[in-house]
Structure formats: structure tokens, C-alpha cells
């Protein structure tokens, strides 16, 4: 009798301790509301399901969410505005240039984002799991190593090329290709070549070096603190969310620490298009066959 009232609470102990909820810190810094809007449903479900959310973004919830609080960084990034750009100007900018620009935009969010009050003022506070956003830099990461805390990234977009050495993802050039270049898994040699070359260039060169060396010192001067090299603390993430699926995407090989969760965020019922649908689709056609293209940043 007593051996089975000692189980018992042994049981409800354990019941009560794997029930436990958790304080999860998601830092997202990228201003694109693209990339938001695949985030948001996640965190609203770990929210939902008791875990308490303190999310880091420019974009916080239009009312209130039960245990979700917001830090809003709204405004503190100055981008440049959407424009018009022709098919023949993006046709000119190669892999290199994208490189370079998207560098320049990330140490623009690290020079914006981590000096502010509210970004800074968490560095004193607790937390059982951080996600962060995995795009176009680690300087975040600086912040992250602080925590001393477990932590898993998300992309919004397929896997970029410097995201695979950090949780040993293998990402064969010969077959798999570079998001920067317009090929497909099925490449003749000269763009196997290409490929490979512009691969081990971004992954082993131009990220370690213009990326995270920059992105280091930024973080040092604002957390005033000194910090590993990034390289090393990207490493030490658990897990990969990626935006991405094989029926839509190219199929590749993934280790179990990289998790594809393309559509997580289609939360609600699909409904018939409008008629007004053909309309723009003929509108779109005639705007392509004038060479026009609306991008966005």
C-alpha cells in the first residue's frame, strides 16, 4: 500500500515537472514584415500552450495576447523605401553584390537595435530557451551568449549558405545549389564549378570575414563586453526552423537538428480568390512584358 502511494506521488511529481512552462526570449530584428508574418503563429502557439513569450521585433501584436509581451523596436531601423526596379537591373546585380548589400543591411540592424534601452535592459533578466532569427547576421548572437541559455534559430526563407557548417548540415555544391544562383539540382559541370566556387567563398570567406568579424565588433562595443568569435557561438544552436519543404523546394539531405516547417504559418482555412483574381493576373503580365518589377525590402 505504501509502495503504491509512493508511486503515486512520484508520478504527479513528474507530471507536474514535465508540465512546467517555460520563459522563452524570441529575438527577431530583421524589418521585413515578410519575415514576421512566418514567426508570429509560432510564437502565438507557444504562447498559447502556457509558455511565456518575450518577443524582440518591429512588429508587435495590434491588441493583447495572453502570455506574449512584446518589445517593440518599431522605428528604430532606417530603411531605405520600396522602389521600382527593372528585370535588367536585377539581372546585373551577381551573388557577390547581393552578399554585399545584405551585409550592410544586417550591421545597419546591429548598429540600431542593440544600443536600445529595451534591447539592453534584457540582459538582466532570465530565460529557459532563446530564438533567433537566422538571416544576414550573428551580431544578435553576442546578446544570446550572454543568457547562457539553450537556443534554436528560424529562417523565413530555404537555408542560406552560411547556416549549414553551424549544426552540420552537409551542402554538396555538386548537387545542391547556392540560394544566390539561378541553378537548379540537376547542373552541368561548368555550373557545378561555379558553384562550388561561389559557395566555399561565401561560406568560408566572406561570412567568417565581412560578416561576423564586423558584427563582432559591433556587438562588443554595445553589449561592452567581450565575446567569442560568433563562428563559435552559432555553433552552439540546437535546432533549425526553416521556411522550406521538399514538394515545394528542392529535395536535399537535413540532419535531424534542421526541421523543415514550411506553411506553419497558414493558420487559417483556405478561401476561393476573388474575381477580381484575372484581372491581376493580366495586369502583372503586362507589367512583366514592360520589364517592371515591384521589390520590397
Not at 95 to 107: A, K, S, V
Not at 202 to 215: A, K
Request: hydrophobic share 45%; aromatic share 10%; glycine share 4%.
Amino acid at each position: 500500500m505504501q509502495a503504491a502511494a509512493a508511486l503515486s506521488i512520484i508520478f504527479a511529481v513528474f507530471c507536474i515537472s514535465s508540465a512546467t512552462c517555460s520563459r522563452i526570449l524570441a529575438i527577431f530584428p530583421y524589418v521585413g514584415k515578410s519575415h514576421h508574418d512566418v514567426y508570429t503563429p509560432y510564437l502565438q502557439q507557444l504562447a498559447a500552450r502556457g509558455h511565456e513569450i518575450i518577443v524582440v521585433s518591429h512588429f508587435p501584436q495590434d491588441s493583447p495576447f495572453q502570455n506574449l509581451t512584446d518589445i517593440s523596436i518599431k522605428g528604430s531601423v532606417n530603411m531605405p523605401p520600396v522602389q521600382v526596379i527593372s528585370f535588367q537591373m536585377l539581372e546585373s546585380v551577381g551573388p557577390i553584390q547581393d552578399i554585399m548589400i545584405l551585409r550592410e543591411i544586417g550591421q545597419l540592424h546591429c548598429e540600431s537595435i542593440l544600443p536600445l534601452p529595451q534591447v539592453q535592459q534584457l540582459r538582466n533578466q532570465t530565460f529557459d530557451l532563446i530564438i533567433t532569427e537566422l538571416f544576414i547576421t550573428d551580431c544578435f548572437l553576442g546578446l544570446v551568449h550572454g543568457f547562457n541559455a539553450p537556443f534554436i534559430y528560424f529562417s523565413s526563407s530555404v537555408l542560406l549558405p552560411w547556416a549549414n557548417e553551424r549544426i552540420g548540415n552537409p551542402d554538396s555544391p555538386s548537387y545542391i545549389p547556392n540560394l544566390f544562383l539561378p541553378y537548379s539540382d540537376r547542373m552541368n559541370f561548368v555550373e557545378r564549378l561555379a558553384n562550388s566556387v561561389n559557395t566555399l567563398f561565401i561560406t568560408w570567406l566572406l561570412y567568417p570575414l565581412l560578416y561576423n568579424r564586423s558584427g563582432r565588433s559591433i556587438a562588443e562595443k554595445h553589449l561592452q563586453a567581450s565575446l567569442p568569435p560568433l563562428n563559435d557561438i552559432a555553433k552552439r544552436g540546437s535546432l533549425i526552423l526553416v521556411n522550406s519543404h521538399f514538394t515545394i523546394n528542392r529535395p536535399r539531405p537535413l540532419v535531424p537538428a534542421v526541421i523543415e516547417v514550411g506553411g506553419i504559418h497558414i493558420t487559417k482555412p483556405a478561401k476561393n480568390l476573388p474575381k477580381v483574381f484575372p484581372k491581376i493576373v493580366k495586369v502583372f503580365y503586362l507589367e512583366t512584358a514592360n520589364n517592371v518589377a515591384y521589390a520590397n525590402c
